[in-house]
């Protein structure tokens, strides 16, 4: 039976690898490469900038490995049904389940191994590279591109203040054009309290921890209670900020995208957040996204095992299948996989389903459905 075993690794071996390649170039084309071209368009150092998307890599490998072995299994087992390889094996009397065995072994290896990467090497290597777009964006000494970020109230996921930044910066003045900011109400979130613009703002000290507002006007916002509807609205010059309303952050940290991005931290680390998170008052619903990040960091890697399974029933053709129809069919069910597990991230979010059964709520169909496709296929 080990012939078995040797056979179907042998078919399976090459378009794994074949197929993580191609994957990680897709996303990597789709995800990083216009963003690193624009910022040297822009003048940031090529070194900087290859190390930004050298980093970006990591992160990448952790979800073409599911990819890789789900269009690698297609590939293989259709190179074995169009030779008819399966029929001969039928014939000595090596059932489906058992010739699918080196699959499953094959998917749980690649599975822990995911886990294991997304564990030690995956955290550090994003953080590198979000530092090292901050040093890229430092070095860009003028744009106008739009910014914008949100700040929530603390201990919630109500939003306290938006900041959209029309104009763009200047790094050598610590300048920003066009500032427009929104404070919300406190005790209605969600509605507008006061809306300050300014046509630029220039940080008083080398940090930008203090902003000097120019051309400044505030328009105050006085919601009726009862129709929730404007029921007051007026400009005037701004002299001082009004209360609660601020940038929030220094100039270092408007520059930064506003990602909050739990694939720096690994398992254990984005655990402790959660817990202190609820230990300083934040409800469970604020916190249900990061756990579905946290048991995501199994899930995902899991789905190698899954996808191998779903894939060796249907590489199974009655004739030659083209390496086309294969690679539509394992997008196709990429897809299905990522519909599912991103609406059930927004599920949890609302409070819908606990955030362990979401993250592994897309794992589950798919067993579900390899277990049916093998049993139709050794019939």
């Known amino acids: 039976m080990k012939l078995v075993d040797r056979l179907v690794w042998r078919e399976l071996f090459g378009p794994l690898l074949s197929s993580v390649f191609m994957f990680l170039m897709l996303l990597f084309t789709s995800a990083y490469l216009i963003k690193l071209t624009d910022l040297m368009v822009q003048g940031a150092p090529f070194s900087v900038v290859a190390r930004v998307g050298l980093f970006s890599l990591p992160l990448l490998v ?9 269009l690698g299994t297609l590939l293989a087992f259709g190179r074995l049904s169009g030779d008819s390889e399966h029929i001969a094996l039928y014939a000595c009397g090596v059932s489906f389940y058992r010739i699918a065995r080196p699959v499953a072994i094959m998917g749980l290896f690649v599975g822990i191994l995911a886990i294991a990467w997304n564990e030690t090497v995956v955290p550090s290597a994003t953080s590198e590279m979000y530092r090292l777009q901050q040093t890229v964006v430092e070095t860009i000494k003028a744009t106008d591109r739009p910014l914008y970020y949100v700040d929530k109230k603390k201990g919630s996921e109500d939003v306290d203040l938006v900041v959209i930044i029309k104009g763009g910066f200047d790094v050598k003045q610590h ?4 500032v427009t900011i929104l404070k919300m109400s406190d005790e209605k979130p969600g509605l507008p309290d006061v809306v300050v613009y300014a046509d630029r703002a220039i ?6 921890l203090n902003w000097e ?3 400044a006007y505030v328009k105050y916002l006085r919601p009726d209670p009862e129709s929730n509807v404007q029921a007051d609205a007026y400009f005037e010059k701004l002299k001082t900020l009004p209360k609660g309303v601020s940038l929030e952050r220094d100039f270092k940290g408007i520059l930064q995208s506003d990602i909050a991005d739990n694939r720096q931290m690994t398992f254990v680390q984005l655990r402790d957040k959660i817990r202190e ?4 008052g934040g409800s469970a619903t604020s916190t249900d996204g990061d756990e579905f990040d946290l048991w995501s960091k199994i899930s995902l890697p899991l789905a190698s095992l899954i996808f191998g399974l779903v894939a060796a029933p249907l590489g199974i053709r009655p004739h030659r299948g083209s390496k086309t129809m294969g690679f539509g069919i394992a997008i196709g069910l990429i897809f299905c996989y990522w519909v599912v597990h991103n609406w059930m991230f927004q599920v949890t979010k609302g409070g819908g389903t606990p ?5 592994f709520t897309a794992d589950f169909i ?8 093998m049993y139709r296929t050794r019939q």
């Open 62 to 70: 952790t979800q073409t490995l599911p990819m890789g072995l789900l």
């Open 175 to 178: 300048m920003l054009r066009k």
């Open 203 to 208: 940080a008083k000290d080398a940090k930008g």
């Open 213 to 215: 507002f120019y051309d």
């Open 277 to 280: 998170e609820r230990a300083q």
């Open 355 to 359: 955030p362990i059964v979401a993250a």
């Open 366 to 373: 798919g067993l579900l459905a390899a277990i049916y496709l």
